[in-house]
C-alpha cells in the first residue's frame, strides 16, 4: 500500500504561481513512476504530467508545456508540482499518483495508488 497526501493547493489569480507537493508512505517511493491528474468540473480527469521512478524522464500535456514542471526528491518521499502562469482553465482538483506497472504513463489506468486531491483555483 501506498498512501498519497497532496497540499499547496489554494486561490491565485491569473499569471501567479503554485506549488503543489505529493507526500508518500508505505511501499517503497523511490520505485514508483509518479503522475499528477487533474479534474475540473463537469470533466473527466485528465493527464497532466508524469516522471520516472528516478526522475530522469518527464511528461507534459500539451496544456502546461512550457508552464508547469514536475520533479521528486526520493530522499523524503515527496513529489512537486511547480506551476507558473497559471490560467482559469487550470482550475481543478489536482490529484498525485504512484504507478509500480512500468506502462505508459500518461494514462490513468497505469496508477493504482492515488491521494484524496488539492483544489487549485485561479481567477481571471
Known amino acids: 500500500q501506498v498512501q498519497l497526501v497532496e497540499s499547496g493547493g489554494g486561490l491565485v489569480q491569473a499569471g501567479g504561481s503554485l506549488r503543489l507537493s505529493c507526500a508518500a508512505s508505505?511501499?517503497?517511493?523511490?520505485?514508483?513512476?509518479m503522475g499528477w491528474f487533474r479534474q475540473a468540473p463537469g470533466k473527466e480527469r485528465e493527464f497532466v504530467t508524469a516522471?520516472?521512478?528516478?526522475?530522469?524522464?518527464?511528461y507534459y500535456a500539451d496544456s502546461v508545456k512550457g508552464r508547469f514542471t514536475i520533479s521528486r526528491d526520493n530522499a523524503k518521499n515527496t513529489m512537486y508540482l511547480q506551476m507558473n502562469d497559471l490560467k482559469p482553465e487550470d482550475t481543478a482538483v489536482y490529484y498525485c499518483a504512484a504507478s509500480y506497472t512500468g506502462g505508459q504513463l500518461t494514462r490513468s489506468r497505469e496508477y493504482a495508488y492515488w491521494g484524496q486531491g488539492t483544489q487549485v483555483t485561479v481567477s481571471s
Open positions: 508505505g511501499r517503497t517511493f523511490s520505485t514508483a513512476a
Open positions: 516522471i520516472s521512478w528516478r526522475g530522469g524522464r518527464s
